[in-house]
C-alpha cells in the first residue's frame, strides 16, 4: 500500500499479533478482551480495553 511500517498502526488481540507488529516495527495497541493485559504488555503493545 506504500506506507511505511513506522506509519502503521496495528490493533492485536493476541500475543502472536503483538509480536508480529512489534517485530514489524508497527505502534501496537492491544485489546485485551482474549488475552491478560501484563501478557500483551510484555511483548510491546500498549493496552487498551475499550
Known amino acids: ?4 511500517a513506522t506509519s502503521c498502526t496495528v490493533v492485536e488481540d ?3 499479533g503483538v509480536r508480529a ?3 514489524a516495527g508497527m505502534r ?9 493485559a501484563s501478557t500483551l504488555e ?6 487498551f480495553q475499550s
Request: charged share 10%; aromatic share 4%.
Open 28 to 36: 501496537v495497541l492491544g485489546y485485551t478482551e482474549q488475552t491478560e
Open 21 to 23: 507488529g512489534v517485530a
Open 1 to 4: 500500500m506504500g506506507v511505511q
Open 14 to 16: 493476541s500475543v502472536l
Open 42 to 47: 510484555a511483548c510491546g503493545a500498549r493496552v
